[in-house]
């Protein structure tokens, strides 16, 4: 089994004798580590060892999300206390398993270098993402701009690096989101770190050159799309674009996307952005598309220029749903702009109908539905 082209560790076969009492000892073992954490917690021993404690627990099981929520008391409660000894610097993926670390500085560093191993086994672990974007915000409330500013630089570094090992990992493009926002805001935003850092500038451009390349690396990028979504609107508000600019934007991304389109038309995340860029055509929405205010002829030219790419593509994709359901929901947007009735392409807009209850008939209700609006009648459901 593989996600994203990733493969999963496969689990070992059935389990000698040796190896099940082996497995047994390591679960005895974990359930009284997990037993102590909890008693300490529950006397308010937040120290150091409890967090040396907590981090075997995580290092056997970082889906234990309640263990992470005790790692966060314990830490509060180190970073309420001044420093008393210099700061120190903890090796990597050390974390809190040797020495005393006193300044906030390390207590924050060393968690954090705690965690690139668990995130590089468990990449999409949701619960090692919340807590290190938890402690870069500790970085911002308990050390000096300057200090926290550095922090949350490098962590464009690690995503980086994750997303190069999965470059489709929601995880990994999400945090990257709330890094980049962090980044722009106001909370590491000082006059006096703005010029030689950057802070509190729009990265925008940089995260729209970002995603091209993640894109041309590999189509298939459902997360990289999305993310193009989020930024092109920004992208045209701050280049103060008029509509020109904005037309010549919709028409990169219409290349863009009809060039992925052709080479592998099976693909779902590619559609999602087509219909993305398409609401630019349907005034009932285009409102918030990034050329809102287009003429209906324009819009009308648009729509039939992508109905002439689409029954292209059929010829080389008959068997793609995908491209029937767009030849269907443009058709229909061609007519509603123009002002005409479906009574002259009702029989291709049956057919494509039809093609769909063969190619997908779990969704036989779907295609009932439309064959109302519609007012078309097709053949009955394909048996299941």
Same mark, same amino acid.
């Given at each position: 089994?593989a996600?994203?082209?990733?493969?999963?560790?496969?689990?070992?076969?059935?389990k000698?004798?040796?190896?099940?009492?082996?497995?047994?000892?390591?679960?005895?073992?974990?359930?009284?580590?997990?037993?102590?954490?909890?008693?300490?917690?529950?006397?308010?021993?937040?120290?150091?060892?409890?967090?040396?404690?907590?981090?075997?627990?995580?290092?056997?099981?970082?889906?234990?999300?309640?263990?992470?929520?005790?790692?966060?008391?314990?830490?509060?409660?180190?970073? /309420?206390?001044?420093?008393?000894?210099?700061?120190?610097?903890?090796?990597?993926?050390?974390?809190?398993?040797?020495?005393?670390?006193?300044?906030?500085?390390?207590?924050?560093?060393?968690?954090?270098?705690?965690?690139?191993?668990?995130l590089?086994?468990?990449?999409?672990?949701?619960?090692?993402?919340?807590?290190?974007?938890?402690?870069?915000?500790?970085?911002?409330?308990?050390?000096?701009?300057?200090?926290?500013?550095?922090l949350?630089?490098?962590?464009?570094?690690l995503?980086?690096?994750?997303?190069?090992?999965?470059?489709?990992?929601?995880?990994?493009?999400?945090?990257?989101?709330?890094?980049?926002a962090?980044?722009?805001?106001?909370?590491?935003?000082?006059?006096?770190?703005?010029?030689?850092?950057?802070?509190?500038?729009?990265?925008?451009?940089?995260?729209?050159?970002?995603?091209?390349?993640?894109?041309?690396?590999?189509l298939?990028?459902? /997360?990289?799309?999305?993310?193009?979504?989020?930024?092109?609107?920004?992208?045209?508000?701050?280049?103060?674009?008029?509509?020109?600019?904005?037309?010549?934007?919709?028409?990169?991304?219409?290349?863009?996307?009809?060039?992925?389109?052709?080479?592998?038309?099976?693909?779902?995340?590619?559609?999602?952005?087509?219909?993305?860029?398409?609401?630019?055509?349907d005034?009932?929405?285009?409102?918030?598309?990034?050329?809102?205010?287009?003429?209906?002829?324009?819009?009308?030219?648009?729509?039939?220029?992508?109905?002439?790419?689409?029954?292209?593509l059929?010829?080389?994709?008959?068997?793609?749903?995908?491209?029937?359901?767009?030849?269907?929901?443009?058709?229909?947007?061609?007519?509603?702009?123009?002002?005409?009735?479906?009574?002259a392409?009702?029989?291709?807009?049956?057919?494509?109908?039809?093609?769909?209850?063969?190619?997908?008939?779990?969704?036989?209700?779907?295609?009932?539905?439309?064959?109302?609006?519609?007012?078309?009648?097709?053949?009955?459901?394909?048996?299941?």
């Amino acid at each position: 089994m593989a996600s994203h082209g990733v493969p999963r560790t496969r689990s070992a076969g059935a389990k000698t004798g040796n190896a099940r009492l082996i497995e047994l000892d390591n679960i005895k073992e974990y359930q009284s580590l997990v037993e102590l954490v909890n008693t300490k917690i529950r006397d308010h021993q937040y120290t150091i060892e409890t967090l040396d404690l907590i981090s075997k627990v995580l290092k056997w099981n970082p889906e234990y999300y309640t263990i992470w929520n005790h790692r966060r008391l314990v830490l509060q409660h180190q970073l /309420s206390f001044p420093a008393t000894t210099p700061p120190t610097e903890p090796t990597a993926g050390q974390g809190f398993n040797k020495g005393r670390y006193d300044s906030p500085l390390d207590l924050i560093t060393g968690d954090l270098q705690f965690l690139v191993p668990l995130l590089r086994k468990f990449p999409k672990c949701y619960w090692i993402w919340n807590y290190r974007l938890w402690l870069l915000q500790q970085s911002t409330a308990h050390l000096f701009i300057a200090t926290a500013l550095k922090l949350w630089r490098e962590e464009l570094g690690l995503i980086d690096k994750m997303l190069s090992l999965d470059s489709r990992n929601f995880h990994g493009w999400g945090y990257r989101r709330t890094v980049i926002a962090a980044l722009e805001s106001s909370g590491l935003d000082r006059k006096d770190h703005r010029a030689s850092s950057g802070a509190g500038w729009s990265r925008v451009e940089d995260e729209f050159t970002y995603t091209t390349k993640m894109i041309k690396t590999d189509l298939s990028n459902f /997360s990289a799309w999305h993310s193009r979504t989020k930024l092109i609107p920004r992208l045209l508000d701050e280049r103060k674009a008029d509509i020109v600019t904005r037309r010549g934007t919709l028409d990169d991304e219409l290349a863009l996307i009809k060039e992925a389109l052709y080479t592998d038309p099976y693909d779902q995340s590619l559609w999602f952005y087509h219909a993305y860029l398409m609401c630019t055509f349907d005034p009932k929405i285009a409102q918030g598309s990034m050329v809102p205010n287009l003429t209906n002829g324009c819009r009308v030219g648009y729509v039939i220029k992508e109905l002439e790419m689409l029954q292209d593509l059929r010829e080389c994709a008959e068997d793609c749903k995908w491209v029937y359901q767009a030849l269907l929901q443009y058709t229909t947007l061609q007519h509603l702009l123009k002002g005409e009735s479906l009574a002259a392409v009702k029989g291709d807009l049956a057919q494509w109908l039809s093609e769909l209850r063969k190619l997908d008939p779990l969704r036989n209700g779907r295609w009932d539905d439309l064959c109302k609006n519609l007012d078309v009648e097709t053949e009955g459901p394909t048996p299941i």
